[in-house]
């Protein structure tokens, strides 16, 4: 499991119902992404930064802010957001996933990297692990991650048709958990409530 190329790749799109433009938007002194970017780097055991954004025309600002800052940005399908992640992971030959959304600008680096560390050497190899599940989270909302290996999402890419698998990248694997070696990842004072 050593010397395996691990990327977080960031989920971001300037279309939002809530807050249009939010993961741009201004928060201090630089825009939302911009500090979840720079605290991503801040993990020791994240290798490359991604950020998965789409083809549509709103989303061009993000891959200029992507150039400006030097920072590898793919795009793709609005609503895909599966092959979406998936093409950033291929086209940037990653080995493991750590999956973000770009709405959570203090993600917190050190939990980032309690996760893969536990990705990287529970035996036998996990294929997918996160710090929340659906019901069951014991990080605040923001703090939320999930990691998965690039062959397991490679088959999920190729079986799943099902429209909120493919919306939500993720939710094949918490839904069949008898098919791959999954872990939540608990902390061990429940915040979830916050």
Same mark, same amino acid.
């Given at each position: 499991m050593k010397n395996r190329k691990v990327a977080a790749i960031i989920q971001a799109r300037m279309a939002s119902s809530r807050l249009p433009g939010k993961v741009l938007t !201004?928060?201090?002194h630089q825009p939302a992404l911009e500090w979840m970017i720079n605290r991503v780097k801040r993990s020791k055991l994240i290798d490359h930064v991604i950020v998965a954004t789409t083809t549509d025309p709103s989303d061009d600002a993000v891959e200029d802010f992507c150039k400006e800052r030097d920072v590898a940005c793919v795009r793709g399908e609005m609503f895909d957001v599966l092959d979406r992640v998936y093409q950033a992971a291929k086209q940037n030959e990653v080995d493991v996933i750590v999956r973000l959304t770009g709405d959570c600008p203090f993600i917190d680096p050190d939990l980032l /990297? /309690?996760?893969v560390s536990v990705f990287l050497e529970v035996e036998p190899p996990l294929v997918f +692990? +996160? #710090?929340r599940l =659906? !019901?069951?989270r014991t990080v605040p909302i923001g703090l939320d991650a999930e990691i998965c290996s690039f062959e397991a999402l490679e088959k999920v890419w190729k079986e799943t048709t099902e429209r909120h698998h493919r919306e939500h990248v993720m939710p $094949?694997? $918490?839904? #069949? =958990?008898d098919l791959f070696n999954t872990l939540h990842l608990k902390h061990d004072t429940d915040y979830g409530h916050m």
């Open positions: !201004m928060l201090g /990297d /309690d996760l +692990a +996160a #710090n =659906p !019901m069951k $094949y694997f $918490y839904e #069949n =958990p």
